[in-house]
């Protein structure tokens, strides 16, 4: 059964913006906190973005200010709303399902992933 299931990545260029969806099974998003992870050719997985089952957020200093992360309970779905986009932005951006006890430093990332889906930013 896929649990998470990313879209909306593409190429831009720098200063657009994109949305990403990830669409989570209804057992996940209801019981789980939410994180938008990233991952550069040659470079470790960054967690970027998270969402706790009580909306709060945190984010990465590398993206505060330019990406927002947020649930829409009807559609079972995490968003994160990437603007200013440069090219260190490119990555495949992937959806995890874990647990956020506060700080984004700490949390735990369950083994519940997407598939990915592919951000490049260039001109």
């Known amino acids: 059964q896929v649990q998470l299931v990313e879209s909306g990545g593409g190429s831009v260029q720098p200063g657009e913006s994109l949305r990403l969806s990830c669409k989570a099974a209804?057992?996940?998003?209801?019981?789980?906190?939410m994180a938008w992870f990233r991952q550069a050719p040659g470079k470790e997985r960054e967690l970027v973005a998270v969402?706790?089952?009580?909306?709060?957020?945190e984010y990465a200093d590398s993206v505060k200010e330019r990406f927002t992360i947020y649930r829409y309970k009807p559609q079972k779905t995490i968003y994160l709303q990437m603007n200013y986009l440069t090219p260190e932005d490119t990555a495949e951006y992937l959806c995890?399902?874990?647990?956020?006890?506060?700080?984004?430093?700490?949390?735990?990332?369950?083994?519940?992933w997407g598939h990915g889906t592919r951000v490049t930013v260039s001109s």
């Open positions: 995890n399902a874990g647990y956020a006890p506060g700080g984004i430093s700490r949390y735990q990332a369950y083994d519940y």
């Open positions: 969402v706790t089952t009580g909306d709060r957020t």
């Open positions: 209804e057992g996940l998003f209801n019981s789980y906190d």
